[in-house]
Each structure stands twice: as structure tokens, then as C-alpha cells.
């Protein structure tokens, strides 16, 4: 009897501890990382360990990075604590040239479905920086797309002709219609309270012709189905049979041999268009881009511009724009450079001497090529 008690005893102890096990894992089980799949167009610098950040701050890591046929598929582990959106874009970043990437989740997650474990990021929603030899084969591709021959032919050539002909003889009115623009853009000794007064009445008067646009709905609705109307009247006359006709036929047949007669010019004008159109298409993610970029380029260039003084604020960061390059680290590796500025592009870290004695051995010495 006192046997079978201490055997009971001991399975309920058991029991017990099973059970405290279990319920002590539990949130180390649930409160794991989440894991998910994410496509790449490349994943040049991306490496098993790298960061998963939103907003810059760490909130996972890479741990597996495979090529696959078309893309790179990237597997992550993410923080369960952290939500992350559904639709959420993953973009590989570079601190710099040097260092390796990471994957920054944006936008951050302000509510709506989450990000769940086992899900994929598609290339729909994964982007990759532009690399730097890509952007040099465009420049090379828009360059010989435009090129011309030595008698002047191509595509820029041919607008310069254009231009030239336009203006040619014109020169007098084109001045004379420069003169009365500028004299209606220029501002008087009242600061410009005059212009400003003009086109304050000329905004009042655009939005006085809206509003009675508007209140007219009705007629101008009516208007159009009366020339709807007539339209169909005039197609009904048949007009084709009779002397309009005839003036029409002869009109497109002027028009055809006028377009027979400059076949070739107009086969040459279509080509180069063509040769132009193509290389815009190859280069849409570039140009997209360029054109995301393009409007704070030209924020900043009229924000340099102060009108009242009559000058041009430039703050020309020499250092940065000579040695903050990828050209400069090509030249360091060349010149066998050891340096600390060659990493960082700072000048004042290539020594006191900002690296001249080095550059005077070399150019005693030789370039030595290093070691492969």
C-alpha cells in the first residue's frame, strides 16, 4: 500500500514538472522570430547575418541568401514584437561604398494587415540600388544613340539645323518679342504690387468664368448634343459624292506625294526617334529615378538664387566632390595607398601630409601593382 502511494506520488511529481516545462517554453516558443521570403532583382553585398531594420533601427537579420533563376530569393528572421505591414517594400541599403548592405522594411506599419510568418515579399515590392557601372553603360548608350557624323548628320545635328533655319533671318523679331516679354515680366519701382494686382484679376476673373461655366451646365450640355446632331446631319448628306468630296480627295492626294517626295527624310527622322525611344526604354528604371530626383535638384538650385541681393549661394565641398568618389578609391588601390582618407573620403584623414609623401615615393618608385 505505501508503495503503490510513493509511485503515485512520484507520476504526479512527474507529472508537474512535465507541465511547468511545457508552460515555461510556451512563450519561447510563440514569441519567436517570425520568418519570411523576400525576391531580389541582385543581391550584390547582401550575406547571411546582414541587418533587418525599419527606420534604422535593427529589428532582425538575414540568414539565408540563394540564386535562384531569375531573381535572389533572401530569407529573413524578424523580431515578433516589431509589426511590419502586409504590403511592406524591401529595399537593400548601403551606408557606403564600402561596407556590406542591409534590408530597410518601409514603410513602418501604422495599422491594417501584418507581415506573418512564412510570407513572401515579391519583386513587386523589393528594390536595389543602381550600381555605378550600370549608370556609366547608360551615359554610354544615350551618347552613341545621339552621336552624329563629321558632316554634321544625326540626331542633335539635325535639331541644331532645325534651330539654325528657324531663326535664320528672324533674328530682329525674335529680340523684339524677347523685348515685350521681358518689359511685361519686369518689376516696376512698386516692388511688383502692380503685377501682382494683374494677376490677382486675372485669377478673379478665370474663377468668375468657372463658376458661370458651371452655371451654364445645362446650355453647354445642350450645345454639344446640337453639334452632335449636326454632325450626323452632315454625315447623312454624304458629302463624299459631291465637289467637297472632290476638294478632300485632292487634298490627300497632294498630302501623299507630298510624303512620297520625303520618304527618306522622313525614314531617317522615324529611325533616329526610334533608336531614342528604345534606349529611354531600356533605361526606364534609371530615368524613373532621375525624375524622382530631379524636382528637389531643382528645389535646391533656386534655393542657392537670392533675388534680392543678385547673387548665387554656392558652398562647394571640394574634399567630398574630389575624394568622397569611387574614382578615388580606383586611384588609392592603383597606387597602393594605405590611408585611412582612401576608406573614409575625408581629406584631413590621408595624414598631415595629406598623403603627398606617399604620392612623391610613387612617382620616384613606380606604380607597384599589388599582389593578386
Known amino acids: 500500500m505505501k508503495r503503490r502511494i510513493v509511485i503515485t506520488t512520484g507520476v504526479t511529481a512527474l507529472a508537474a514538472v512535465v507541465i511547468a516545462a511545457v508552460v515555461a517554453a510556451a512563450p519561447l516558443v510563440t514569441r519567436g522570430p517570425i520568418t519570411v521570403t523576400a525576391h531580389f532583382k541582385d543581391a550584390v553585398g547582401l550575406y547571411g547575418g546582414n541587418a533587418v531594420s525599419v527606420l534604422g533601427m535593427p529589428v532582425g537579420k538575414v540568414t539565408k541568401v540563394e540564386t535562384r533563376a531569375k531573381y535572389v530569393e533572401v530569407t529573413m528572421q524578424i523580431d515578433r514584437d516589431i509589426a511590419i505591414p502586409a504590403d511592406v517594400t524591401a529595399v537593400t541599403v548601403s551606408a557606403s561604398l564600402l561596407t556590406d548592405r542591409h534590408i530597410e522594411l518601409t514603410p513602418p506599419y501604422e495599422g491594417g494587415a ?26 554610354d548608350k544615350l551618347g552613341t544613340a545621339l552621336r552624329g557624323d563629321p558632316k554634321g548628320g544625326g540626331p542633335l545635328g539635325d535639331l541644331v539645323n532645325l534651330g539654325a533655319r528657324i531663326t535664320t533671318a528672324n533674328g530682329t523679331e525674335i529680340k523684339s518679342t524677347l523685348d515685350k516679354l521681358s518689359q511685361a515680366l519686369k518689376v516696376g519701382p512698386d516692388g511688383g504690387t502692380r503685377t501682382q494686382k494683374n494677376i490677382q484679376q486675372i485669377v478673379t476673373n478665370l474663377a468668375d468664368l468657372t463658376a458661370s461655366a458651371a452655371g451654364k451646365d445645362a446650355a453647354i450640355r445642350q450645345f454639344g448634343s446640337s453639334v452632335r446632331q449636326l454632325s450626323d446631319l452632315l454625315a447623312d448628306q454624304n458629302l463624299g459624292s459631291g465637289n467637297t468630296g472632290a476638294k478632300a480627295n485632292e487634298i490627300l492626294q497632294r498630302m501623299a506625294d507630298l510624303l512620297d517626295r520625303h520618304r527618306d527624310q522622313l525614314r531617317g527622322t522615324f529611325s533616329d526617334a526610334r533608336t531614342i525611344t528604345t534606349t529611354l526604354a531600356d533605361n526606364r528604371r534609371e530615368l524613373e529615378e532621375t525624375l524622382d530626383v530631379a524636382p528637389l535638384t531643382v528645389d535646391n538650385i533656386y534655393n542657392m538664387i537670392d533675388p534680392n541681393a543678385g547673387s548665387i549661394r554656392v558652398h562647394l565641398m571640394t574634399d567630398k566632390l574630389l575624394f568622397n568618389s569611387q574614382m578615388s578609391k580606383e586611384i588609392c588601390n592603383l597606387m597602393g595607398l594605405k590611408q585611412l582618407g582612401c576608406a573614409t573620403g575625408t581629406l584631413k584623414d590621408y595624414g598631415p601630409d595629406f598623403g603627398l609623401t606617399s604620392m612623391l615615393d610613387l612617382m620616384s618608385n613606380g606604380i607597384q601593382q599589388a599582389p593578386r
Open 114 to 139: 501584418k507581415l506573418r510568418t512564412g510570407e513572401l515579399v515579391g519583386l513587386g515590392n523589393t528594390r536595389t540600388p543602381v550600381e555605378f557601372d550600370k549608370t556609366l553603360s547608360v551615359i
